[in-house]
């Protein structure tokens, strides 16, 4: 399931950078696990999105089943670097720090990852919320899961 989400962050970046409806098209990613896009969470820079939140729809389905027991109530996804302009610059610049240092300390992107899992923590509770991410988008997980042992 958590890479279904990581896809759908994918698409709500490529969409948008295609200027597509990107929700309409990357919510096939999540809709059979019953989640729904809350938020994304976009880089102010160049408007690209690097990461969502996904809320999990505690409702029934169209088959009239109830939310899987045990799934996480929100998760916080982040996509991996796409070489594609206008996101490759930002991305390029995060992966190399990552690669260089073994850290996103200085991203302009991490802060604003740090507030949203906060923030979604605060809302659901730690043992409520999954991080997940795929390639620089796992850097992110790792790196803001460790600021917040910290």
């Not at 990613?29 to 976009?42: G, I, N, S, T």
Request: proline share 3%.
């Amino acid at each position: 399931m958590m890479a279904y989400l990581i896809e759908a962050v994918y698409l709500l970046e490529l969409e948008r950078q295609e200027r597509r409806d990107a929700a309409a098209v990357a919510q096939q990613w999540w809709k059979p696990f019953q989640y729904r896009l809350a938020h994304e969470l976009v880089d102010e820079r160049d408007g690209s999105v690097f990461g969502a939140i996904f809320e999990r729809d505690h409702h029934v389905d169209a088959a009239g089943r109830p939310s899987p027991s045990g799934a996480p109530s929100a998760v916080v996804a982040f996509r991996g670097t796409l070489l594609r302009a206008p996101t490759i610059r930002r991305d390029v610049e995060d992966e190399l720090r990552l690669l260089a240092r073994n850290s996103l300390r200085g991203s302009a992107r991490l802060s604003r990852a740090l507030q949203a899992l906060r923030a979604t923590i605060d809302r659901f509770g730690s043992e409520n919320v999954c991080v997940c991410g795929h390639s620089l988008g796992a850097g992110f997980a790792r790196q803001v899961g460790r600021m917040l042992m910290a």
